[in-house]
């Protein structure tokens, strides 16, 4: 019994040192995760510019469609590009990174007046015209961070060839005959018969130009790389003096006959099909000052980074021979988008480095 007794006393005094020894301190979940939420919490309200969340207010019964759809189409954007982060790495200057971004969403004017109308007679085969009116943003023009042109691209099972090479063209404001009618922005090779995707471009700069010279806003241009001659984009082999038409089709610029069977029934479920994917243009602005400067900078120093990565003891139990105090810090992070309302006015926002995907510890 007092064998018993005095190995239960030794072994609780082995105990006791070893806890003393370790440097590893346990790790309170509860309190963990209400830091957790009151650093994003900081962190969202930072970006946001904002000292404290808005007041209260009953929500609405029903979002605008029309907000919805930017949110849609922002949150699309967003992935699109997170898929495409591995190839390309992409700094933004600090203010522009860091804070809020508003994103607005400018449609591209009906190109048919009306659904039965016929394609006008100036439609051409290689290429398409595509405008925008920017003129109510002219006022925020200094605050523009990025543009981005979406077009949705459809499937074609009339088309003649299965792939095509595409490119983005900003129409210019020709002064002479010598003077050139176009700038070229981007291109992609695309499949014509394959099923219908979103096409993006950054056309910041195009933005950027028509909102401080209104006078040269006059669109784009989507046309084939070289319509004199057939590009064939498997082995990037070119068929000379061989004119190829566009056959790539665009929501909300051809006509649905040129796509579909005349088959009325069939037309008007295309049209239902492809509504809501017109042509637009999302515009990302920093929003105007909330707080002065002084503030401003004061919020930025303190807010706590909202990906930030750091439970030691699971560290510690996966790599027991790693280093006792170890830097964890996000390796993968990917912006969120967030609808929130101010009184009544809805607000659509970006908010950059908010979603973890990943982290590393040295």
Request: proline residues 7%; glycine residues 2%.
């Amino acid at each position: 019994m007092h064998y018993c007794v005095l190995s239960a006393f030794l072994i609780l005094h082995l105990v006791t040192v070893a806890l003393s020894l370790s440097t590893c301190s346990t790790l309170d979940m509860d309190q963990f995760m209400r830091k957790r939420i009151e650093a994003i919490r900081g962190q969202i309200l930072s970006k946001l510019k904002l000292t404290s969340p808005p007041e209260d207010y009953p929500e609405p019964e029903e979002v605008p469609p029309e907000v919805i759809s930017i949110y849609n189409s922002t949150r699309d954007l967003l992935q699109e590009k997170a898929s495409r982060r591995a190839a390309a790495c992409e700094r933004e200057r600090s203010d522009e990174e860091y804070y809020a971004k508003e994103v607005y969403k400018i449609d591209m004017p009906p190109f048919f007046p009306s659904e039965n109308a016929i394609p006008p007679t100036f439609y051409r085969p290689y290429f398409r015209i595509v405008r925008f009116d920017v003129s109510a943003m002219e006022k925020n023009a200094s605050n523009l961070v990025k543009a981005e042109f979406r077009v949705f691209r459809l499937q074609n099972p009339k088309a003649r060839v299965p792939e095509q090479r595409i490119e983005l063209y900003q129409i210019l404001k020709s002064k002479d005959l010598t003077s050139p009618t176009q700038r070229y922005i981007d291109s992609k090779v695309v499949k014509t018969r394959a099923e219908g995707e979103w096409l993006s471009f950054d056309v910041t700069d195009a933005v950027h130009e028509w909102l401080h010279h209104k006078d040269r806003n006059l669109g784009f241009k989507i046309s084939l790389h070289c319509p004199c001659c057939t590009f064939v984009p498997s082995n990037n082999y070119i068929i000379p003096n061989k004119s190829e038409e566009l056959e790539a089709r665009f929501a909300g610029i051809d006509g649905t006959s040129t796509y579909t069977s005349g088959d009325q029934k069939t037309i008007k479920s295309t049209r239902k099909k492809n509504s809501g994917k017109t042509p637009h243009l999302l515009l990302m602005l920093l929003p105007s000052y909330r707080l002065e400067s002084q503030q401003t900078n004061r919020r930025k120093k303190r807010a706590l980074d909202a990906a930030y990565c750091f439970v030691l003891s699971l560290y510690n139990t996966i790599n027991p021979e790693a280093s006792a105090s170890p830097c964890c810090v996000s390796q993968d992070l990917e912006p969120l988008t967030i609808l929130y309302y101010i009184g009544k006015t809805p607000k659509i926002e970006q908010l950059s480095n908010m979603i973890v995907k990943s982290c590393k510890c040295s």
